[in-house]
């Protein structure tokens, strides 16, 4: 039962802080930011949210920086819009498995261009 509510929580979390970010930051270092995934703990203390930032690593870092700078707001308005007891602390990490993915696609597609 507890599985369903991390779940269904994560889901929550994920699609209010999408429109956050796209609607709400006004941070310049903040780049293009796609929110691919939240994990929540099981007691709803933490929500780590997977990020997929558009650019070099330059910007990826900055992005970063951007956001950590602007959690104690998102965590707030993510409380505003979320009815839960405790808000979660939000944990940024940048989500590497996009570019992995379209790397090892390059490489099938050159393994397949050799043949």
Partial sequence: MAKNRTGRVGEQ??????VLIQTEMKDPRIGFITVTGVDVTSDLSQAKVYLSVFGDAEQKENS????????????SELGKRVMLRHTPELIFKI???????????????EIHEDK
């Fill in 95 to 109: 989500d590497e498995s996009i570019a992995y993915g379209s790397h090892i696609e390059k490489l099938l597609g």
């Fill in 13 to 18: 979390i994920k699609k209010e802080l999408s």
């Fill in 64 to 75: 970063l920086k951007g956001l950590e700078k602007a959690k104690g707001f998102l965590r």
